[in-house]
DNA sequence: CCGGTCATTATGTCCGGACAACGGGAAAAG
DNA sequence: CTTTTCCCGTTGTCCGGACATAATGACCGG
């Protein structure tokens, strides 16, 4: 068995995500505004069961973009009830960051470093000696000059060769992970604080030090499993709510 | 039509969730700690098709009580990777919350009360002259004196009735606003965020004012859609983590 | 002892069908 | 005109079946 870094996803998704995809595109780009296709007009247009819509609309059901009532149909959720997508439960991810309202951000690469000392309880069995590839950068909003958001992000040694290949400033290197690898989220825990800022985070963020700053450290891991990426997003606290719903599925 | 509240719960809940709370149960107990049944044997067991075990699981492996792999089978998440109930993806809320490690709460009765002017984008139409019903309490650990949060829970002025017959000191005023009222959570949303402490909530919390503090901010909404409770948490900063997991669904 | 092959078994995907529960509007009753 | 009743369309629940895909261990050949 020959071992490689693989670079391209060999199967297709099951059609449920397709379909998922094709509707998330539709949704965003504004088309069922007024009206939304029933599941049976779903299994027509696109030659599908039930059972695959139905699939496909939990999904954009549970990352909020629409919303179902037995007997009424199906609507598309307004904007403003979506929340922040950038800090929502992921399903697709490479597609739900670009709706993040108009912020961007552009890494810079930091080469290996160790991983900070982090209380994380998420980590596991993480061997303290690896050296993992880190990226940094400060997000903005597109006229406030203030960044919303000081991250640094830390991928895994064995996706060196992936790595050397991202775009650092497109600023989705999670859709370019799954793009160039085929990587796949399969569970993200997070740990959320309140800390007062260091001097660096500070200044970074235009506080003054102690100030009250939001800190997210998330762990992603793939379908089997293993940790492959480490964020943590300093926020500032005048100025940054982090806000996410929960739909209960049923 | 005679317009009375709902004091009972007419209707019984769907099998699947039925079998759900039962296999939560059972996996809180210890029972599946060595195997958990595969998907045929609980089909046999319980007589019920294989789509109403599956989506029994889909809900316990959203929890993250169990994890799921393809041809390996079905095995229970060991409490470490469960994460804090209390704060966790609400499912059967009136369960969930009874695992939340060994943490106590009494509330006190705050009467009918202004809801605190909250810049929550969740509340929508909410009438500012409504008074809600309001309670208020200290969560603690057991042995630590030093409380983990200061929270405070409004309910809808329809559900005074209801509010009257609520046991203070059990802490889980949710799970007995299921039980009394038959209310379900259909979407939860919150913001979280880094902000100072007042002096007041210095003061219950034993900080310093203008110490980082986490408020989190919860607006819970019925299948309805109708907002029927408010909570506001406060939580040390310096010793509290909020902690949670997002498992992907597939 | 190591490595590959294969059957077994588990979950994942997908289908078709059936009925229940709910919402909303139209129709009927007052 | 108001209220009630009824029908119909939509989503929710549940069933049985079929095949795909992944993990595992047993088997076998080197």
Not at 19 to 46: D, H, I, M, W
Not at 72 to 79: F, I, K, N
Not at 87 to 100: F, K, R, T
Not at 217 to 229: A, K, S
Request: charged share 25%; proline share 5%; net charge neutral.
């Amino acid at each position: 068995m020959t071992e490689s870094v693989t670079l391209v996803k060999d199967r297709e998704p099951p059609r449920y995500m397709q379909l998922a995809g094709e509707l998330r595109r539709k949704v965003l780009s504004g088309n069922f505004a007024a009206e939304f296709p029933t599941e049976a007009e779903l299994c027509a247009q696109y030659n599908v069961s039930r059972f695959t819509v139905r699939e496909a609309l939990r999904r954009l059901q549970a990352e909020g973009l629409i919303a179902r009532r037995r007997g009424s149909g199906t609507t598309v959720q307004p904007a403003a009830a979506r929340g922040n997508a950038l800090h929502q439960p992921i399903s697709n991810v490479g597609e739900l960051l670009q709706y993040a309202l108009g912020s961007r951000i552009a890494y810079q690469s930091l080469g290996r470093v160790d991983l900070p000392g982090l209380a994380v309880s998420h980590l596991g069995e993480t061997k303290a000696a690896e050296q993992w590839i880190g990226f940094s950068g400060l997000r903005r909003v597109d006229g406030d000059p203030r960044p919303l958001a000081m991250t640094e992000v830390f991928f895994a040694p064995r996706l060196e060769a992936v790595c050397a290949a991202l775009d650092l400033s497109s600023g989705t290197l999670f859709a370019q992970l799954d793009d160039l690898a085929g990587i796949n989220v399969g569970k993200v825990t997070q740990d959320i604080q309140a800390i007062p800022a260091s001097t660096e985070v500070a200044r970074l963020l235009g506080l003054r030090r102690g100030n009250p700053v939001l800190r997210v450290i998330r762990c992603y891991h793939d379908l089997e499993g293993r940790l492959f990426e480490i964020s943590v997003s300093h926020h500032p606290g005048d100025r940054f709510v982090y806000s996410m719903h929960i739909d209960v599925e049923d």
